[in-house]
C-alpha cells in the first residue's frame, strides 16, 4: 500500500476511534487526542494540539470537528483534514441519530437517569484535566498567568462572548510582545522544555 495512503488510513481510524467514547463535546476529546495523535502516534507535540484546541474554538461549528480537521490538515493536509473528518464524524452522526429515535422510549427511565448522573461529573472531569494538560504549556510566564486569570475574571462576572476574548488576548498578546521588544525584555512565546514556573 502507498505510504502516504496508508497514513490517511491510519488518521481516519484513529479518529473513527476517538468520536464515539468522547462524551461531552470536543474540550473532553483532547486527553484522548493527546493520547493517540501525540504519545501513541507521534504525529504533533502537546502544544500543538493546544494550539489546534484555542484555534478551533475561535472558529464556527462545533470544536470537536475542527479540531480534527486542523489536525489532520497539520499532519497529512486535504487528505488527512478529510479523513478525519469523515473518521470523528460517522460515529458519532450514527449515534446522534441512534440516541434520538431510543431516547422517545427511555425517557424517564430511572435508570438512564442515574446513567446521566453518572457521566455529566465525569464529563465535568475530563474537561478539567484537559484544561490542566493545556495550561501546561500555555502558562508559561507571569503575563501569560494574569492574562488567564483576568480572562477567567473577564467571562463569569462581565459575561463576554467567548470570541471577543479570544480576539481581545490575540491583539493583547501582539501588544505586549512589541512592548517588551521595545523594552529589550526577552519574549519567549512557549514554555521552555522542563521548564517550570
Known sequence: MNPNWK???QIFFTFLKIGPITFGGGYAMIPMIEREVVKKRKW???RDVGDI???AGTAPGAIGINSAV???YRIA???GALSALLGVLIPTFSIVILLSITFIYVKGNPIIEAAFEGIRPAIVALIAFASYKIALTALYDRTTIV???LT???LYYLNIHPALIIIIGLVTGIILVKIKKALGYSTRLEKEVGAKN
Open 7 to 9: 497514513l490517511i488510513l
Open 44 to 46: 504533533l507535540q502537546a
Open 53 to 55: 484546541f484555542a484555534i
Open 70 to 72: 486542523f489536525i489532520g
Open 77 to 79: 493536509k486535504m487528505r
Open 147 to 149: 492574562t488567564a486569570v
Open 152 to 154: 477567567i475574571g473577564a
